[in-house]
């Protein structure tokens, strides 16, 4: 598409977000390229990097122990969108640390650190050693807080719909984490997602990313019974792109907390509707795990824009 | 993971789609770029753009000629259905190829491979690169008309389950794939025998049976709901074991081939009675 | 579609809800179907009524005063789903007892009453009011309260997200409904609809209906700004379906009351998936709009099976 | 609402499909039905099951014959967009005719007609059905190259904004659609004269303009965005005076076409310089 006449932004110049610049607004969402190392294959026999442009790569969420996730299937796609239970299997926090986030800074992938926890004080100490053992990386640029996964059944649900935990878990991160920038990621499935945003502000987060997946469900006609054996999923995709942009617009107005964009991302149109509510930079989910070039794609697109 | 060819991104052109048996079709797309694969490997296909489905669909590449990558399909719900209805022109997504393939034959090994259904492609893809005269090719469906004949020469055993529809001057047996193995004395306690199969989960389980009983290694290739292909959201995982835990792999960049011997879920009802030999 | 093996509901058959039968489980939803009286126009030409085989016509939600609704545009359509901002456009109360109600009986159309208003004590005189005018009447069966619109500005939001309010609203219609159903329609905007409904049980309600339209943005690239003037609209068609389902799903196993199920269906299987969660009903709109023979059409699927 | 013909909801087949000019399509459907309706009437267009739209598209009806139901559509989004792509045989759903057609004339009646860009249809088929030698049928379009010559014969006058693609033998005027009868003396202070416009809304506001200077009665056929078509969701409202007080009225139901002296929000800024013959 051509640039809007309200187009005002440079999407692929530094920016900064809380203590320091980071290197563009267009993101890869957690959960959905993995820890951000797998693409890196695709760079030799296409001529192009998936990580050309990227602001950051969110990387999947890390737990203080190592998760095995949910049982299989964890995916269903339906008309417009797709539910996932993976229920965060992940490698933990401390492989995460020692073998993963090194090789992210080797490669020069500019990186979001995500992290889950069973309480709110868990942030404490994971953001205190990733200040310790990654305060020199260059591209390690911050932490964003999953306060949201509807997966988790030991209380994610629940967990980050109170504004009160919502505060807890940012001032225990916080504390911890001086020079890098800290988001919280909010859940949609609240009726207020604005009270959550203001809580994270004023506990100290630089920013918020809206929205984690909505609760959704599909039944597998031929049973009758659910398709997940958790019954529940999250749903993502093109479906809930209206979704994120009214909770986006909700946290924008009436939060007063710079806003990242996720939720139904795939295309320049959708990543300029977040821009155009106020959002100060996009994730990519879904779309990404279909092409690993759909954020660099975006990412260029409007690059051009901003250098013309 | 060592030595996968380097995967595309890219949207080619329809050339060919239509039937090739009563069961399968056949896709053939054109390229930017020559494509290299090896046998076992898959593409992620999707339609580009606003028509694009959430998630891309996994097929086993079928066969390669410089920028033409082929593959066979069986309809079996909305994408398959859309994918039938791509004329010659239409634009296609092809990421790929991806996942771990079947090893490539060492000296003096005897392959055995078992397709069934629409699990032939990456064992007709191996023979096709690899094949040699005492290597035993069988391919399983559920009856004449679903065989591809002209895909499949001379060489290859065919089982079907009902009779009928074998064209003049072909043969099938009646019978599970395996069945097409287990009478072949030639076959029998071949230490340095490998056995490739891809199939159903039936077909799995009796190759991956009959390969302990004569104590051949068994690969298999198998199939799990994917979002990706490419290993970053860790929907399609697969139980196996490593040492003595168990853990999960990936089956797009883990597998999708695996040794048999690794996959407690295969092991667990191996030797049922239902080894058919063509997919549900 | 074949009949699933799990299928055990005679779809057209009457059944019990609350204190009188109604004739069948396939309705159409609020809003989607006017009043219930333009589609007769369709019998002619077609050979066929649009009203076949329903069980109810949820009529046009309507309030105490007549409503001129919000400014235009108050449609945009999304990639699989739309966004409505209607503002309760309604013809008032007085009008619909003394005009609409009585057209429809006398067509012998099963109609439901839809209405809202601004305090919950307001329901009482108006279901007073209809028991007065139609208590005779063989083909009005039931009232269900719009609990959850989220378009209109005085307050529709909060409104029917608190268990009190629901509460309120219900117990004062009941008080004044002895002999027809009365549904209390419930906002999926919220944490935990399970809770709502458990307080409309609580209350007297006969069945809840779920979901009304979820809250949802479009934006308009051309200007940057919301396509809809009131910014937000209610998100409703084929992207809510799997939204619908989770939030039928979670009263039905959390809430022990009886559950309509409503939200992006278009089909026969979309139907069932409700059915198979337990709902006792399921209500067709957003479809309802393109194809006045979409409630019709999945009725008579059922019907067969029922039969055969 | 009298006599209105009772709408059908069918799934008919595309015969044809293609440019009739530089930038109108014209689609022809074969319903299983007879296809009859009142000029000024449109018809719902979808496409029917899984691909359908959330919401159909409005289209006024060109023209019909027997069970062919024809319109002339100008590609502007996803909907038309697709539209183009229907190839002959391909089915479409139609719900119609719906809404208030223009009225049939009466006796001792002059009728003008303006039609400006894809507002043509109306005008052509109340020209067809009811135009006599002393009615005047206008057409204005952006240049000769979006002219559908075809389907306009000799008595059209028609105005360009822009000269060039006028083919041989043929003339157009450069200058707004209202031009082509502001000079007109022989239209001068008729009270037995009725306007019927349909077009973009400059075009619209000049015509009721004209006809109010002159004494004319003038019915405009009113675009909104919809939902149903057929009056159900009211997502098609339009300010309408009646009496002293200004109502909501559905474009879909109890319009497309109003009396412009009805309608405050065309008054409002009426004569305004910008009356283009062609659509935004
Ligand atoms: C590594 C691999 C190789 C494969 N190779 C072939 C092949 O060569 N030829 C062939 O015909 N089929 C092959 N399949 C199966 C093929 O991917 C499915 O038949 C196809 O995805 C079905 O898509 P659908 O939209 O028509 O079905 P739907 O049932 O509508 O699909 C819904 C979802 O389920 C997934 N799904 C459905 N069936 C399967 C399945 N059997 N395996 C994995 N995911 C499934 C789809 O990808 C989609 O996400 C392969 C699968 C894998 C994992
Ligand atoms: C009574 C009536 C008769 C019409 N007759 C014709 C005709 O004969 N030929 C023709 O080319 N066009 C006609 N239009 C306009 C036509 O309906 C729109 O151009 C068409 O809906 C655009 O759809 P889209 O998906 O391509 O555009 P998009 O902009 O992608 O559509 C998005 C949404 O906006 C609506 N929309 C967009 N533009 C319009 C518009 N101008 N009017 C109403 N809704 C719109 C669409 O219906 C859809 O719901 C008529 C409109 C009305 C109301
Ligand atoms: C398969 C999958 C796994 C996900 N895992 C995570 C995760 O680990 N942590 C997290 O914060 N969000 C996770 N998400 C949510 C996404 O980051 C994103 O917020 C959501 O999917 C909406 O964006 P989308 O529509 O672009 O996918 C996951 C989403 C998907 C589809
Ligand atoms: C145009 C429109 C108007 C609606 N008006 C009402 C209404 O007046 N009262 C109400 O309870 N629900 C109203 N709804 C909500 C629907 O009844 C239904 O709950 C919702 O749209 C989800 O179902 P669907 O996806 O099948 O449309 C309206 C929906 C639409 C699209
Ligand atoms: S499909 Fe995503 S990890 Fe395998
Ligand atoms: S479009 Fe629904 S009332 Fe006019």
Redesign the interface.
């Known amino acids: ?1 051509n640039r ?1 006449a ?2 005002r932004l440079e999407a692929n110049e530094p920016f900064r977000l809380g203590p320091r610049m980071l290197p563009g607004r267009v993101w890869t969402a957690s ?4 820890y951000g190392l ?2 890196h ?2 760079t ?3 001529g192009a990097s ?1 990580y050309a442009g990227l602001g950051a790569v969110v990387t ?1 969420t890390v737990t203080p122990l190592p998760r ?2 949910n049982p ?4 269903v ?8 239970s ?1 229920g965060l ?1 992940n490698v933990g926090f401390a492989a995460f640390l020692e073998t993963v986030l090194p090789e992210l800074e080797a490669r020069g992938v500019p990186t979001i650190v995500s992290l889950a926890a069973t309480t709110p004080e868990d942030f404490g100490p994971m953001a205190r050693r990733l200040h310790e053992r990654a305060a020199g990386f260059a591209h390690w640029h911050g932490v964003e807080l999953n306060l949201s996964c509807p997966n988790v059944a030991e209380g994610g649900h ?1 967990f980050g ?1 109170s504004p009160a935990t919502v505060a807890r878990c940012v001032a225990a991160a916080r504390a911890e984490l001086p020079d890098r920038a800290l988001l919280a990621k909010l859940t949609p ?3 207020d997602i604005a009270q959550l945003a203001a809580s994270a502000r004023e506990a100290g987060v630089d920013a918020v990313s809206a929205i984690n997946t ?6 597998d ?6 398709y997940l054996p958790r ?3 999250g ?1 993502s ?7 994120a ?2 909770k986006v ?1 909700q946290i924008a107005r009436g939060a007063g907390v710079p806003v990242v964009g996720v939720g139904g991302i ?1 295309t320049v ?1 959708d990543a ?2 977040f821009f ?2 106020g959002a100060v930079a996009v994730q990519v989910g ?1 779309a ?6 759909a954020a660099a794609r975006i990412a260029a697109a409007l690059g051009q824009w901003s250098s013309s | 993971m060592n030595g996968r060819p380097a995967p595309l991104a890219c949207v080619g052109e329809v050339i060919a789609n239509g039937l090739v048996s009563s069961a399968f079709h056949r896709l053939d797309i054109a390229l930017d770029r020559v494509f290299t694969f090896q046998p076992g490997q898959f593409v992620m296909i999707n339609e580009p753009g606003p028509l694009a489905w959430t998630f891309s669909r996994p097929f086993s590449v079928l066969a390669a000629d410089d920028r033409i990558v082929s593959i066979l399909y069986r309809v079996v719900g909305r994408g398959t259905q859309a994918m039938a209805g791509l004329a010659p022109g239409r634009p296609v997504s092809v990421l790929g190829p991806l996942g771990e393939p079947f090893p490539a034959p060492v000296d003096g090994q005897t392959t055995v491979l078992l397709g069934g259904g629409v699990g032939l492609p990456p064992v007709y893809a191996w023979w096709q690169r690899w094949g040699l005269d005492g290597d035993v090719a069988c391919f399983g469906a559920r009856d004449g008309g679903e065989v591809p004949w002209g895909l499949l020469g001379g060489p290859w055993r065919i089982s079907v389950d009902s009779p009928g529809c074998v064209p003049a001057g072909r043969q099938a047996t009646t019978g599970v794939v395996t069945s097409l193995v287990d009478r072949d004395d030639a076959l029998r306690g071949g230490e340095r025998t490998v056995l490739l199969a891809c199939g159903p989960q039936p077909l799995l389980r009796a190759a991956a049976d009959l390969a302990r009983r004569r104590g051949w290694r068994c690969l298999v290739s198998l199939e799990e709901h994917m979002g990706c292909g490419y290993g970053v959201c860790k929907g399609c995982v697969v139980r196996v074991a490593d040492g003595d835990t168990v853990r999960n792999a990936t089956c797009c960049h883990d597998g999708p081939v695996f040794d048999a011997a690794r996959l407690p879920d295969l092991a667990a009802e191996a030797g049922g009675a239902d080894a058919g030999g063509a997919k549900a």
Do not use: H
């Open positions: 598409m809007p309200w187009w959960g959905c390229f993995g797998q693409a294959e695709f030799t026999a296409n998936p999947k095995e996730g299989m299937p964890r995916l796609e339906t008309a417009c969108g797709a539910l996932n993976i299997e629940d719909s499935n609240t009726a909505v609760v959704g469900l599909d039944v006609l031929r049973t009758g019974q659910p019954r529940f999923g749903y995709g093109a479906a809930i792109l209206p979704i942009l009214a617009d795939a149109e300029l509707k155009a509510l879904t990404q795990m279909r092409d690993p070039f």
